[in-house]
């Protein structure tokens, strides 16, 4: 598990991980994470940047703790694996903020959808 908490862009990022028991992490100005995830991020003043983790997404959205999505997405066809949005997971509204393609690759960003 990786978690970025970012300052000034990335020049000023602490990053938290943890996996097994281990208490160190090879990353430098990273250390591991405090207590459970969701008061983690509850206590964090910055944005929070979760990058390849399915299970910890699904434990930030059940809290209602993501505020925007950043997805890359490659046209690869596997007919397989788990969805970032389970049909029996909770309702979300949102609407894309940005799209642009990079070669093959398509970033999208979607946020919150605005009350309407």
Same mark, same amino acid.
């Given at each position: 598990?990786?978690?970025?908490a970012?300052?000034?862009?990335?020049?000023?990022y602490?990053?938290?991980?943890?996996?097994?028991?281990?208490?160190?992490?090879?990353?430098?100005?990273s250390? &591991?994470? $405090? !207590?459970?995830?969701?008061?983690?991020?509850?206590?964090? =003043?910055?944005? *929070?940047?979760?990058?390849?983790?399915?299970?910890?997404?699904?434990?930030?959205?059940?809290?209602?703790?993501?505020?925007?999505?950043?997805?890359?997405?490659?046209?690869?066809?596997?007919?397989?694996?788990?969805?970032?949005? &389970?049909? $029996? !997971?909770p309702?979300?509204?949102?609407?894309?903020?940005? =799209?642009?393609? *990079?070669?093959?690759?398509?970033?999208?960003?979607?946020?919150?959808?605005?009350a309407?």
């Amino acid at each position: 598990m990786y978690l970025n908490a970012c300052g000034d862009g990335w020049s000023g990022y602490h990053g938290c991980g943890g996996s097994g028991s281990s208490r160190s992490t090879p990353w430098p100005n990273s250390g &591991p994470l $405090d !207590g459970d995830l969701t008061s983690a991020v509850k206590r964090e =003043a910055r944005d *929070v940047v979760v990058m390849g983790s399915l299970d910890i997404v699904r434990q930030l959205m059940t809290e209602d703790l993501v505020a925007e999505y950043r997805l890359m997405t490659f046209p690869t066809i596997l007919g397989a694996g788990q969805r970032l949005f &389970p049909a $029996d !997971g909770p309702h979300r509204d949102l609407e894309c903020v940005s =799209a642009e393609q *990079v070669g093959a690759l398509v970033l999208t960003r979607y946020g919150r959808a605005a009350a309407r």
